[in-house]
């Protein structure tokens, strides 16, 4: 009797919490955005990000392949059916050399365990909330933008966008253009909701009508200016800031001198910061 029969062959990798491209757009060489299907069981908080990625390649030595995972915002919003991930392509980048070659019908992993401190409920109440952020740090906002509970929070949101050039913006300018345009999203969002959202693009290297890096437009006191808006004060104003580590330390101490207070979500105040993102 042959033994080795009996033995189970080594299963074939499978790919775990596996879900579906459905569609992918490239805005940049070096920035692209994707949808992928939507784990039925899957709940979470406009803001929030999860663990998502691609299977690494084999070991060479043992021939194992573990997954290659890192944390994105959901840039779709909770009542959404599908899940969208704005992301940069890093040519060397372990994960994003090969994710910015996926396509519609492939599939990516993903952890479904929403968290992050990018949630209205860790800001107390207040009357304008300030979305801060550069590069792919709009991704929550994309998310929150897109949420009815964002517009009965606040009277007023400014999204302030920083990137170099101008094509970088892009992916944000599309989304708040499409969600003006669109009745189904004017109705869903709510009567007047969308009158509610300023829009406060600029870039640092490119040569284009608002320049200027978010910090130095809030210290500066330009944007209040140019949007008619008091400066920040703790009282009124609460903020939610995405970008490179160099920009949220600048901009922590930026919101600390109007007064603010960091939060969380066990303690909410008057901002938060988001730490996994790494732009
Ligand atoms: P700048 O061009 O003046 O460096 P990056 O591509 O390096 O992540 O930067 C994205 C955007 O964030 C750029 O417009 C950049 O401006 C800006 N930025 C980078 N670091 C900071 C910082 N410490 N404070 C404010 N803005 C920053």
Not at 101 to 129: C, S
């Amino acid at each position: 009797k042959d033994s080795n029969a009996a033995k189970p062959t080594a299963a074939q990798p499978v790919l775990p919490d596996a879900q579906t491209v459905t569609a992918v757009k490239h805005w940049t060489d070096s920035l692209f955005s994707f949808r992928v299907t939507r784990p039925q069981t899957l709940r979470f908080r406009s803001g929030e990000f999860v663990m998502i990625g691609l299977m690494g390649d084999p070991d060479p030595k043992t021939g194992r392949q573990k997954p290659l995972l890192r944390a994105y915002s959901i840039a779709s919003p909770s009542w959404d059916d599908e899940l969208e991930f704005y992301s940069i392509k890093v040519q060397d980048g372990p994960l994003t050399s090969k994710l910015q070659h996926i396509q519609p019908g492939e599939q990516i992993i993903l952890r479904p365990k929403p968290v992050g401190t990018l949630v209205l409920d860790a800001l107390l109440p207040g009357k304008r909330l300030w979305m801060l952020a550069t590069g792919t740090g709009i991704a929550p906002f994309a998310s929150l933008m897109r949420d009815p509970e964002t517009y009965e929070s606040y009277d007023e949101i400014i999204m302030m966008h920083t990137c170099r050039d101008a094509a970088e913006l892009d992916y944000g300018r599309e989304l708040i253009e499409g969600l003006r345009e669109d009745e189904l999203m004017k109705e869903l969002l709510g009567e007047g909701a969308l009158d509610k959202l300023r829009y406060y693009p600029t870039t640092t290297r490119e040569e284009t009508a608002n320049m200027g890096r978010i910090t130095d437009n809030l210290s500066s006191g330009k944007v209040f200016e140019d949007l008619g808006l008091p400066k920040m004060d703790p009282e009124h104003d609460r903020a939610m800031v995405c970008g490179s580590l160099a920009f949220n330390k600048d901009i922590m101490a930026i919101l600390d001198g109007f007064g603010l207070k960091e939060g969380a979500n066990s303690d909410p105040a008057q901002y938060v910061v988001e730490k996994a993102f790494v732009g």
